[in-house]
């Protein structure tokens, strides 16, 4: 799944080498996180393994960014500069390494350097993060449960005693650092929303690309114009649901104190927008009708990028797909659009899956009754494709549906949070995901196909008395 980036003006270089002898052979990918708002990575460089395990990614930034390695699904976080070099071994569980979703069970790519660096941004953020997370261990549920004054005052002394906690916008480290702590201002001052706006958020600066002022930010504003007493409810919901009036809504939204900026209001709005969604007082379509108009009038160029994206996010089948193959036991590629406009049935399993193969006898029933209707495809995600070959071999024949192989599309698997297997959700002829959550073969998906494609009942009247009355 692909994403737009932010554009930006001049940008320097920054190189990443390493070794990565467990993955030999495989594509590690970099990505950076440029919409922290929706918490969107995408790929800016990719490279094959060598035999001898050595990798060379470059990418251009002009700013401080985070970012993060991938091989498979196993992956780590962590930021670069510009104009700087980074040489990395990997490592990682070898044993987790297979699997779909290897950070559920603590598999993470283990990065190490040659030597240690203490003026590095990944090294001076390492060692607060860790200081930090010792501390809430410690403290936290006096302070999250109790509102313990006692801890509130001991946690944020220790933490400033040692790393100096200062309100320094320009100063990456430093507002991860203020950002991060603000967090336990927003767990123990949970009633002093004036307070925390003042110390956090009343700047000038809206720091885009800090994922520790977003986290705070998310948090802090998550589902605020609904909750905020300075809002029209009635108008908010006419502005939404009835006809769709975004400059109503932004200036409705700013008689809000802590929504004065500008900036931080339209912010505020598309983070609302996307809270919205799920929600079911509002009118869906509506919502994919204002972050569409603010991403082509926003004067902000990170909000048109967000909004985008909150667009993508929420409704996949509303924008144009980029093309996703699929390979079948012979190696052809298999592009879905090859189905005829009709929507996807897609079990994803493995194939030592056994819970998956018993399924696909009742997909067989199932295909059998409403293949003119939804395609079925089963999507085999083996890490290796010897074991994807082997397995149709052995079933092919009892199947007569497409039984492909993801082809190392690991990027969509993450995308769409497929994690424990078996799993299933309905494409649109554009491989975009239009449900995600659907019933298992075992699991009520009887019924939910009843109810979406329903047997019509044959007339079996008399066509010479059909128009008598």
Known sequence: MLWVCPSAG????????????????????????????????????????????RFKLTYKTNKVRQVQLAIRTTKADFFVAPYNTYHFHIATDSALFGMVNPEK?????????????????????????HYFDRAMNYYGFRLTYDHD????DTLTYLIDSVFHVNYIPDNFYSSYVYYTCGILDRLYMVK????????????????????????LFNSFYSNYLYNSRHISKDLLTRTINEDPDYLTLFNEAGRDPMLVSERLRELVIIRNLVDFYSNEEFDRGNIIKLLQYISVSSHFPEHVVYAENAVRLLKPSDTQSHPLYFVNEKGKKMDLHQFEGKEIYVQVFQSDCIDCIREMLLLKEYSQQYGDKLQFVSLNV????????????????????????FNGNYDW?????????????????????????????????ADYLLIRFPVQEEDNTNPLFRNRQ
């Open 105 to 129: 069970y603590g598999g993470f790519l283990h990065i190490t350097t040659d030597k240690t660096d203490t003026a590095d941004l990944n090294y001076k953020i390492n060692r607060f993060t």
């Open 10 to 53: 001049a940008q320097d270089p920054v190189t990443i080498t390493g070794d990565a002898p467990f993955a030999a052979g495989e594509e590690i990918r970099l990505l950076v996180f440029d919409d922290l708002l929706n918490n969107i990575p995408s790929i800016v460089a990719t490279d094959k393994i060598d035999k001898q395990g």
């Open 413 to 445: 698997l993450m995308a769409n949070g497929i994690e424990t297997l078996p799993d299933y959700m309905i494409l649109n002829e554009n491989a975009c995901v239009i449900y995600r959550d659907v019933p298992a073969p075992e699991k009520g998906l």
């Open 382 to 405: 083996d890490m290796k494709k010897d074991d994807y070959e082997q397995f149709c071999k052995t079933y092919k024949e009892m199947f007569d549906w497409p039984i492909l192989y």
């Open 149 to 152: 004054k006692n801890a509130y």
């Open 192 to 215: 002093e929303q004036q307070l925390i706006y003042d110390k956090y958020f009343n700047h000038d600066d809206v720091l885009y690309d800090n994922p520790a002022y977003m986290i």
